[in-house]
């Protein structure tokens, strides 16, 4: 399923994510919508830009997706398509990814619930072989 991000998405897509463009394959862009009390963001990524797997220890995560298709995977587990309306919740330890479908831009709320001394852990890149595999 193709689509093209309009720009007219319920929050701003913000500047090119250069900050943690290493922790990311392809093209993303942050939003911050917030910074008191709950780190909340608004993350864009172009068609086929994903995150490298990564934990979140401490509080986990929670992302609410608002435009376009993506996926989601916990490791160990069978990837899950995600489309506008879908909420993931991702429990503190949990080693994971997300990003956009191959021919789709894809933007999700992220939350990171917070706790004391959370933190997150950056680990290796999605293979090109693993997410070309996924349907």
């Known amino acids: 399923m193709s689509t093209d991000f309009t720009g007219n998405s319920l929050f701003p897509k913000g500047d090119k994510n250069d900050a943690f ?3 990311f394959t392809g093209t993303s862009y942050l939003s911050m919508l917030s910074t008191e009390g709950v780190n909340i963001g608004n993350v864009v990524f172009e068609p086929g830009c994903r995150n490298n797997w990564h ?4 509080g986990g995560q929670i992302l609410l997706v608002t435009d376009g298709y993506g996926w989601y995977q916990a490791w160990n587990e069978p990837a ?3 489309k506008p ?3 993931v919740n991702i429990p503190a330890g ?3 990814w997300h990003g956009a479908a191959k021919d789709s831009w894809f933007a999700h709320v992220a939350l990171a619930v917070p706790a004391e001394n959370a933190s997150n852990e950056w680990l290796e890149p999605v293979t090109d072989e693993h997410y070309a595999a996924l349907n």
């Open 80 to 82: 899950q398509a995600l």
């Open 85 to 87: 309306g879908d909420v």
């Open 21 to 23: 463009a290493q922790y």
């Open 55 to 58: 934990i979140h220890h401490g």
């Open 94 to 96: 949990v080693k994971h």
